[in-house]
T-cell receptor, first 113, second 112 residues
Framework: DQQVKQNSPSLSVQEGRISILNCDYT??????FLWYKKYPAEGPTFLIS?????DKNEDGRFTVFLNKSAKHLSLHIVPSQPGDSAVYFC????????????FGKGTLLTVNP | EAQVTQNPRYLITVTGKKLTVTCSQN?????MSWYRQDPGLGLRQIYY???????DKGDVPEGYKVSRKEKRNFPLILESPSPNQTSLYFC???????????FGEGSRLTVL
């Protein structure tokens, strides 16, 4: 039973355009969500997070939106850059504690020059 | 430099030969965890530790053991590896109750 779903295995966008990566979750107890970025041959790195008390969190070019009623979150990257090409993992947990962090399968983003 | 260090980075072994993947962090983090990444399955948690001598199972603990005798170290032990444990393994750490996990660079294990 996959509790965190990233239904798009890959996404390709042009440099300078917006990238939108989507994530759905089924467990209504999740209230803390994170995005990680992973380059080949490296470990994932934390990108941005959002608590369920918010519906938006912004950090530079990265914005995460949370729609609790739809159990959906999205990561927007504006403008996209070739260096953003990586696998993006959505993750969720119950509360701020990350002891039981559930990850999605990831979406490979390719930003073309 | 703050980091999580895993060893070995690459290992090919045979079924049944016990092995240990070491993990060490230099950030004085309380929380440490092991994940495996498999194609089409994303990252799945194997075991985690909230502090020294405190460990608990994640989602896929079968076939693995861990120990946390020191705060900085969290080794992953495969007592009798099998081919279905062929995977890319990541160790991670964080301060208690923060969302930001720091991951190691990964250990690619092949069990023949």
């Amino acid at each position: 039973d996959q509790q965190v779903k990233q239904n798009s295995p890959s996404l390709s966008v042009q440099e300078g355009r917006i990238s939108i990566l989507n994530c759905d979750y089924t467990n209504s107890m999740f209230d803390y969500f994170l995005w990680y970025k992973k380059y080949p041959a490296e470990g994932p790195t934390f990108l941005i997070s959002i608590s369920s008390i918010k519906d938006k969190n912004e950090d530079g070019r990265f914005t995460v939106f949370l729609n609790k009623s739809a159990k959906h979150l999205s990561l927007h990257i504006v403008p996209s850059q070739p260096g953003d090409s990586a696998v993006y993992f959505c993750a969720a947990s119950r509360g701020w504690s990350n002891y039981k962090l559930t990850f999605g399968k990831g979406t490979l983003l390719t930003v073309n020059p | 430099e703050a980091q999580v260090t895993q060893n070995p980075r690459y290992l090919i072994t045979v079924t049944g030969k016990k092995l240990t993947v070491t993990c060490s962090q230099n950030m004085n983090h309380e929380y440490m965890s092991w994940y495996r990444q498999d194609p089409g399955l994303g990252l799945r948690q194997i075991y985690y530790s909230m502090n020294v001598e405190v460990t608990d199972k994640g989602d896929v603990p079968e076939g693995y053991k861990v120990s946390r005798k020191e705060k900085r170290n969290f080794p992953l032990i495969l007592e009798s590896p099998s081919p279905n444990q062929t995977s890319l393994y990541f160790c991670a750490s964080s301060l208690e109750n923060t969302g930001e996990l720091f991951f190691g660079e990964g250990s690619r294990l092949t069990v023949l």
